[in-house]
């Protein structure tokens, strides 16, 4: 059993985190457990991943739905985005391959316990992924995505969509993101 209340190594939390039947996240040396997600939640990671398998075949580029761990190397975070893209050659931490160093593309399924987390701390810890170029929230009781892009000299564009008819070009990854098919079987306002 682990002793939630010590701070943890790197190593500790992966060797733990590998035995456990539920996933975690590691920040600053603490663990946080991750919770269930919603119907909507769900179907719209599902829809996401549709949309863009279909589209990166051929492309040297790999499309992972939630259970993809990503650790910031250079703030220590490990996390489990909703869908993450990798493309060119994937690198991972370790022998085990459960942990993607390079993610082009990260996107996050926003619920009320996690939006003001995912827009804040979390997206702070992100942006130190050198490979990063796309940021996505996605919410789920509304139509509205948020494309942080990447731009010259480190900056980030944020571009809001937020009609069902709108589609987002995802320049890094050579694809476009319908938000018809992304909301496609979620109740929305």
């Not at 975070?77 to 869908?83: C, L, N, W």
């Not at 900056?155 to 496609?184: F, K, P």
């Amino acid at each position: 059993m682990l002793n939630v209340q010590s701070r943890l190594t790197p190593q500790d939390y992966l060797d733990w985190e590998r035995q456990q039947e539920t996933r975690h996240e590691y920040v600053n040396g603490e663990i946080h457990a991750m919770t269930g997600a919603s119907r909507k939640h769900n179907l719209i990671c599902i829809n996401f991943v549709a949309s863009l398998h279909g589209q990166l075949r051929g492309k040297p580029c790999e499309v992972y739905s939630n259970d993809m761990r990503v650790k910031v190397s250079e703030t220590g975070m490990y996390a489990y985005p909703d869908v993450v893209v990798a493309c060119s050659k994937p690198e991972f931490e370790d022998a085990h391959v459960d942990t993607l160093l390079n993610p082009v593309l990260i996107a996050e399924v926003l619920s009320e316990s996690t939006a003001n987390y995912d827009r804040g701390a979390k997206f702070l810890h992100y942006r130190n992924l050198p490979s990063l170029m796309d940021y996505l929230l996605v919410a789920q009781d509304e139509c509205r995505v948020e494309h942080y892009s990447r731009q010259p000299g480190n900056r980030w564009l944020l571009t809001d969509y937020r009609e069902l008819n709108e589609q987002i070009d995802l320049i890094s990854i050579r694809s476009v993101l319908l938000l018809r098919d992304l909301y496609e079987r979620v109740e929305i306002r």
